[in-house]
């Protein structure tokens, strides 16, 4: 009998086409994972520096409060006016910082995501306040000026009080919407840092509302009653302590 054998180069050839090759989509996952490291960090030092200049921002802009109700209560409408602007460019400027897709898109992120939220709203709430409210009211106190309010010819100019009424009840109006608006922030879930701003944002709006909304109460009924719509005329009597008696 004769007996075929199998050259052991054939034999070598075989087992070496039956090898498999290595997977080459494990250097491809590695290069994926490490893009989106590199995507994860670039979000964070984003999101990091934005939120700490949008911090310097709404800080500039509260340093110079204190000096426009300086200005404002001397009717120095020059300077007031250039001190309010220079708030309202700090205030958009924090908004602008805290509102751009990627800041939103952090906002999903649990924990991390309610107090980027809570920010954002916080610098919202500080430039509607500047531009609804104190932007109309600064309008009024440069028209209410004492000189024009100084007695001509026995009477007193009511243009300015006129003029008043329909920037007092836009300005009342934005408040109340405004400072809705920083009550529904919700502390729960939210660092001190932020919570302590809400607060305070929210402390100084509760004070100043009762006050715009009874203005706005007022200023409507003066011009008629110091005579706007014709002569009025009014009878003052005086006591003394013990007439009442």
């Known amino acids: 009998p004769v007996s075929a ?24 996952w590695l290069w994926i994972i490490a893009a989106l490291l590199l995507l994860l960090v670039a979000v964070a030092a984003w999101v990091g520096v934005r939120g700490w ?18 200005q404002a ?19 958009g400027t924090a908004v602008s910082l805290t509102d751009d897709p990627v800041w939103r898109a952090v906002e999903i992120v649990p924990f991390l995501g309610t107090n980027l939220a ?28 004492p000189e024009a309010l100084t007695p001509k010819d026995g009477a007193i100019d009511l243009a300015p009080f006129v003029a008043a009424v329909e920037p007092v ?10 400072l809705a608006r920083a009550q529904a922030i919700p502390e729960e879930g939210t660092l001190g840092l932020v919570q302590a701003a809400r607060t305070k944002i929210v402390g100084m709006l509760s004070e100043l509302a009762p006050m715009l909304s009874a203005l706005d109460a007022v200023i409507p009924l003066a011009p008629a009653a110091m005579g706007a719509d014709g002569p009025r005329y009014y009878a003052l009597m005086f006591q003394n302590p013990a007439e009442p008696r």
Do not use: Y
Not at 124 to 145: F, K
């Open 53 to 70: 200049m949008a911090k310097g921002e709404l800080e500039a802009a509260q340093n110079q409060i204190g000096a426009l109700k300086k």
């Open 118 to 145: 809570a920010v954002r709203e916080l610098a919202a709430v500080t430039d509607e306040t500047v531009d609804g409210v104190a932007r109309p009211l600064l309008s009024v106190a440069a028209a209410v000026d």
């Open 73 to 91: 209560l001397a009717f120095d409408t020059d300077g007031a006016q250039l001190t309010f602007d220079q708030i309202a460019e700090h205030t």
């Open 5 to 28: 054998s199998v050259p052991p180069t054939a034999s070598r050839r075989v087992r070496a086409d039956t090898t498999e090759p290595a997977p080459a989509s494990s250097g491809r």
């Open 169 to 178: 009840a836009e300005a009342d109006a934005n408040l109340q919407t405004t």
